[in-house]
């Protein structure tokens, strides 16, 4: 399953990447998020791993992200695995003027259980919907901060 999203967020590029490229930042645009572990290579570039781990409900759920392109302002690119899915994700970020920013998500998912795969099969508004939840509330946190 592949999709696109888009937000325009009203700061500047600069700005926008400063606070996108700071794990310290994402518990404040991604509530769930309860751990975030650099276990391998150079962080926060191209071939490191980290382990993130989100409480969802009553339980808990650990991917693991590994970068596949940083090249910032323009863009960033990362896979995130878990037993049942694999989600690459690419990001550009475009110039709109001083101070707006287009923030575009490439999402691409390959599903390894039957569950998930009868899930994007059924309701995959549900994970463009999650997608779209993310970069809005980072929308949100990045224009408050």
């Given at each position: 399953?592949?999709?696109?999203?888009?937000?325009?967020?009203?700061?500047?590029?600069?700005?926008?990447?400063?606070?996108?490229?700071?794990?310290?930042?994402?518990p404040k645009?991604?509530?769930?998020?309860?751990?975030?572990?650099?276990?391998?290579?150079?962080?926060?570039?191209?071939?490191?791993?980290?382990?993130?781990?989100?409480k969802?409900?009553?339980?808990?759920?650990?991917?693991i992200?590994?970068?596949?392109?940083?090249?910032?302002?323009?863009?960033?690119?990362?896979?995130?695995?878990?037993?049942?899915?694999?989600?690459?994700?690419?990001?550009?970020?475009?110039?709109?003027s001083?101070?707006?920013?287009?923030?575009?998500?490439?999402?691409?998912?390959?599903?390894?259980?039957?569950?998930?795969?009868?899930?994007?099969f059924?309701?995959?508004?549900?994970?463009?919907?999650q997608?779209?939840?993310?970069m809005n509330?980072?929308?949100?946190?990045a224009?408050?901060?």
């Amino acid at each position: 399953m592949r999709y696109q999203i888009e937000v325009i967020i009203d700061l500047p590029r600069d700005r926008v990447i400063e606070l996108f490229d700071n794990p310290d930042n994402m518990p404040k645009w991604q509530p769930t998020l309860t751990n975030f572990e650099h276990i391998e290579g150079e962080a926060g570039q191209a071939g490191a791993k980290s382990r993130l781990t989100y409480k969802l409900g009553n339980r808990n759920m650990e991917m693991i992200e590994t970068i596949i392109e940083r090249d910032l302002p323009e863009k960033f690119s990362g896979t995130y695995e878990t037993d049942s899915a694999l989600n690459i994700n690419h990001n550009t970020f475009h110039v709109i003027s001083d101070n707006q920013t287009k923030w575009v998500t490439d999402t691409e998912f390959e599903f390894r259980s039957l569950s998930m795969k009868l899930m994007g099969f059924v309701a995959p508004f549900l994970f463009k919907n999650q997608t779209r939840k993310f970069m809005n509330d980072f929308k949100t946190f990045a224009e408050n901060a």
